[in-house]
């Protein structure tokens, strides 16, 4: 039976995992992906998603109740000012797990963990649009390579 198994210790002490997954989601936020084991970032989208729910609603309450968590002034800051804006809309599901293989090192499995909405490829919707090229500016541009020709081979017949 799993009663009461919902966290992830990782094989560390208590003070050992909040100091990591405070140190992770730092650099998560900072970075905005970050490469890890898979248990790992599973264990820190735990940990991450309720901070950056928290940091839709910009109070004094909020910042101190996130920055008991991730110990860095810099992040919460950047957190509440870059992330939460982006994130505003959004109901949940902050973070992206991509597994990527296994390490040569050890096998252990790597996954490449990253806040949603900070990847142009895999954001729906938000691409920019290319130019469109029409074949008028191809003729201009043909007539315009054509008369500089025309004109420096008659410079180079006057000289002669």
Same mark, same amino acid.
């Given at each position: 039976?799993? /009663?009461?198994?919902?966290l992830? /210790?990782?094989g560390r002490t208590s003070s050992h995992r909040k100091a990591m997954l405070s140190n992770m989601a730092c650099s998560l936020i900072e970075h905005k992906r970050i490469n890890t084991t898979v248990a790992k970032a599973k264990a820190l989208r735990q940990y991450v998603?309720?901070? %950056?729910?928290? =940091?839709?609603? $910009?109070?004094? /309450?909020?910042?101190?109740l996130v920055f008991s968590k991730l110990k860095d002034?810099?992040?919460v800051a950047?957190?509440?000012?870059? %992330? *939460?804006p982006k994130v505003g809309e959004r109901p949940g599901g902050y973070t992206r797990i991509i597994?990527?293989?296994?390490r040569l090192g050890d096998a252990a499995e790597m996954a490449m963990i990253e806040l949603v909405d900070f990847n142009e490829v895999y954001t729906p919707g938000k691409k920019q649009a290319k130019k469109k090229s029409t074949r008028r500016s191809g003729k201009k541009g043909k007539e315009?390579?054509? %008369?500089?020709?025309?004109d420096?081979?008659? =410079?180079?017949? $006057?000289? *002669?």
């Open positions: 039976m799993r /009663h009461r198994k919902k992830n /210790h990782l998603e309720p901070l %950056v729910t928290k =940091s839709k609603t $910009d109070t004094t /309450h909020n910042r101190r002034k810099y992040m950047e957190l509440f000012r870059e %992330v *939460a597994k990527l293989g296994n315009e390579n054509q %008369v500089e020709t025309t420096n081979s008659d =410079s180079k017949t $006057d000289e *002669a």
